[in-house]
């Protein structure tokens, strides 16, 4: 497909972006098409109807319509637009995918039916290009660089996490790595959604302890073991990464969706431990706020960092290897800080959200 140099483009996104825990860390988007000398009108997926779709349209005469459209329900609807109106190419980056191709609220709603709507479809999993009715490339996530940077903050945590525990299935699975990262106690800041020091309990306890009101109480109990709070926007999460020496990063995920999905994909290539896993941007975060990223092994994150020297991994399911690793990178701040250094720089180069922008732009000027 020919574009001009800055295209006119028409940026149709959720403001809620799927109203998701962090909604700010994908607030950019939109933003960055306009910082990268593009001609940009914007249209709130939510709000939009088919006539005031047509005739934002007519009236700004786009190049190609740009989707950052992660709510299910909204993809579905902008499909609906496209196959009574669609006067443009039109492509989606999809974000959150395999746990949301379905609506977790109705069962019905089914985004890869609504994909072959688009011309062209951005994936962050690698697995699902062959699921899409329409051309589909991997894409995953990135980060904010004019959040995430190198403060220069005193590196007061020796290893920090950020993410939910979830439902019982997920804490369960994430409960080894937990354990591990608590044993730093008060250098050790876990921003999930329940303390470390207190053992799994039934539903009804762990809903009491996982309750934000509960949370200032709990802090002052003697079994607390290490640091806890809930970032409150994306700078907080860029800061608690940048005190840190070692960020650490997990990728397998679970849920009531998986059978469903199964299902739905029986051809689905689920790792070898019969799991899903799913690109998250913590990763890149990581790299970006300066700290060295210790992060579960995919084979696609080969193609993005030189691992051993640029972030380090491990294996799922080998709670020991995370042991070694997090004590010899702790006391190795010469090699830590090297390998954090150089994740730093590659970050900056090609995981940012305008350089994926631009990888965006040259996939469509290639494939379509």
Known sequence: MKLSITPRVVCISDPAFGSRAYPYAFG??????????????????????????????????????FGFIQNARQVMKIAGFLNEYHPAAVINWYLEDPNLILDPDDPGINIIEASASFDMWFSQDSKMIP????????????????????????RCFDVSYIGQLGPRCVTEMYWPYMRELARYGKKAMLCIDRPMGIPLLPKPL???????????????????????????NEKDKAIIINKSKIHFGLLRVRGDWEGRVKTLLPNYPLDKHGLFYQFKGRLFQAVGAGAMALNEYCPELEDMFDIGKEIVTFEFGNPEEIRDKLRWYIQNDSERRQIAKAGYERGRKQHTFAARVRQIFNAIREKL
């Open 131 to 154: 699921f899409w009715k329409t051309r589909a490339a991997f894409m995953p996530p990135a980060f904010d660089d004019s959040i995430y940077q190198d403060y220069g903050l005193d």
């Open 28 to 65: 950019c988007v939109p933003a960055t098409l306009e910082k990268t000398g593009m001609n940009v009108f914007h249209i709130n997926s939510a709000t939009a109807t088919l006539e005031s779709f047509r005739r934002d349209i007519e009236e700004f005469k786009p190049e190609l319509i």
């Open 206 to 232: 762990e809903k009491f302890i996982r309750s934000k009101k509960n949370r200032s109480f709990l802090q002052k109990l003697p079994v607390w073991k290490c640091g806890w709070q809930t970032p409150k």
